[in-house]
């Protein structure tokens, strides 16, 4: 069994900041991918950010500049830092990660609104 759990969501006014955090436990082999999706209100669930454990990281478009994505292999953590939020980042955002299997969080919200 693998658990991811999202934390660090909430809401923000815009142009405000959040964190999302995703500790991933129980029994883990190799870490490949680590990334953050959302799924926004009637609306697909789209990649927001990646970030291979060798390689480059890759973002959405709508997300560039804004968002950055960084991880802690010894803590088999990922992280999403969001800067300049506006109201069309607001979604449920999903943690995933790839190993041998590929694993989902339950998803957090967050709410950009004044």
């Known amino acids: 069994q693998v658990q991811l759990v999202e934390s660090g969501g909430g809401l923000v006014q815009p142009g405000g900041s959040l964190r999302l955090s995703c500790v991933a436990s129980?029994?883990?082999?190799?870490?490949?991918?680590m990334g953050w999706y959302r799924r926004a209100p009637g609306k697909e669930r789209e990649l927001v950010a990646l970030?291979?454990?060798?390689?480059?990281?890759k973002y959405a478009d709508s997300v560039k500049d804004r968002f950055t994505i960084s991880r802690d292999n010894g803590k088999n953590t990922v992280y999403l830092q969001m800067n300049s939020l506006k109201p069309e980042d607001t979604a449920v955002y999903y943690c995933?990660?790839?190993?041998?299997?590929?694993?989902w969080g339950q998803g957090i919200q967050v709410t950009v609104s004044s």
């Open positions: 129980g029994s883990i082999s190799r870490i490949n991918v």
């Open positions: 970030i291979p454990s060798g390689g480059s990281t």
């Open positions: 995933n990660v790839v190993g041998l299997g590929a694993y």
